[in-house]
């Protein structure tokens, strides 16, 4: 009776957050143009043309290659793919809500249950977090998996045992997104330094850290290059400009992030706090340089040319 009563409240105030997360997606009522590539990707796979968007011409002109492969779904089973793909990104959201406040009772499991409901609070009320849940793009499945792969990553370091379910997820949001290798390596240095730390790094242990990751991206990278003679995507020769221009463009696309979407420059200031006063250091450093290096990137990259700041949507569950 105790345990119901102690999973009562947290059920109750996360329904709330993903009734508030529906209501609030639904009045911006926006699906993206760019979800129209995924989609042409997926019916034509579907209907055994392969994986192109012109019948007969192989060029990989999508990043997110996880969401194609589900789009496909609907097209198999012969219902609406713009619904289903808006009804998939709801619930990878939902799933984002409860694995941000699993991750805060991880890492300050002293503080009040009450504490712990900010975060999913915050998130279901942020207008970047709620537009993309909804656009039928892959930012809410990429946001998903990547604080999956956060969390069970916290849980790996509080073990001290390689967790086979953090590599896996970390995995899965690599195919979804290319940043998602980019943070699997931040992770995976992060994780080498603490077992060097506690005298129990070994070969075997990178092996069981790897081998789950590598499973998903290798077989990607080998189709990828068989099937467009390339290990890169188009969009990467399409979309890069001089490092100057991208640069100029970044910080400008970060600056509005932040005004807008990042509770008025406390992204900035919410990593110093995790580095220095958080009395969960180890933990919070990782999510700082999580943070930080994803920053560098969008701006290294230019950030995106699409509305409500996307390419930010899946640090704010660190947020």
């Known amino acids: 009776m105790k345990q119901y009563h102690r999973l009562l409240t947290p059920t109750l105030v996360l329904s709330c957050c993903a009734v508030w997360l529906f209501v609030h997606g639904r009045i911006y009522a926006h699906t993206a143009d760019d979800a129209f590539i995924s989609l042409v990707y997926a019916k034509n796979l579907s209907n055994g043309e392969g994986l192109v968007f012109n019948i007969g011409e192989r060029v990989e002109g999508y990043t997110n290659f996880l969401w194609i492969l589900l789009l496909a779904i609907p097209h198999l089973i012969r219902i609406d793919g713009t619904l289903f793909a808006e009804l998939l990104g ?50 809410a499945l990429f946001t998903f998996l990547v604080s999956m792969g956060v969390y069970h990553y916290v849980n790996t370091v509080a073990s001290s045992k390689p967790s086979l379910l953090s590599s896996l997820f970390w995995g899965l949001a690599s195919i979804t997104r290319p940043e998602g290798i980019l943070l699997f390596i931040l992770t995976t240095a992060h994780y080498l330094l603490h077992l060097k730390q ?117 640090i704010l569950p660190m947020l």
Not at 91 to 115: D, E, M, Q, W
Not at 125 to 135: D, I, P, V
Not at 205 to 217: C, D, M, N
Not at 245 to 261: K, M, N
């Open 198 to 314: 506690q005298k129990k790094i070994s070969l075997i242990t990178i092996r069981k850290w790897i081998l789950p990751f590598s499973a998903l991206v290798v077989p990607h990278f080998i189709f990828r290059f068989l099937y467009y003679e390339s290990f890169l995507p188009n969009t990467y020769f399409a979309k890069s400009p001089p490092w100057y221009v991208a640069i100029e463009f970044g910080l400008s696309y970060t600056s509005q992030f932040l005004f807008d979407y990042g509770l008025w420059g406390m992204g900035i200031i919410t990593p110093v706090f995790l580095l220095f006063v958080s009395p969960e250091k180890k933990n919070g450093a990782y999510i700082a340089l999580i943070i930080w290096v994803y920053y560098a990137y969008v701006i290294s990259v230019g950030g995106d040319v699409l509305g409500a700041n996307r390419f930010f949507v899946p």
């Open 90 to 139: 709801f619930c990878a959201a939902v799933g984002t809500l409860v694995t941000t406040f699993l991750l805060s009772l991880k890492i300050t499991p002293k503080r009040p249950v009450v504490y712990h409901f900010i975060p999913s609070i915050l998130l279901a009320a942020n207008g970047a977090f709620s537009y993309w849940s909804f656009s039928g793009m892959e930012t």
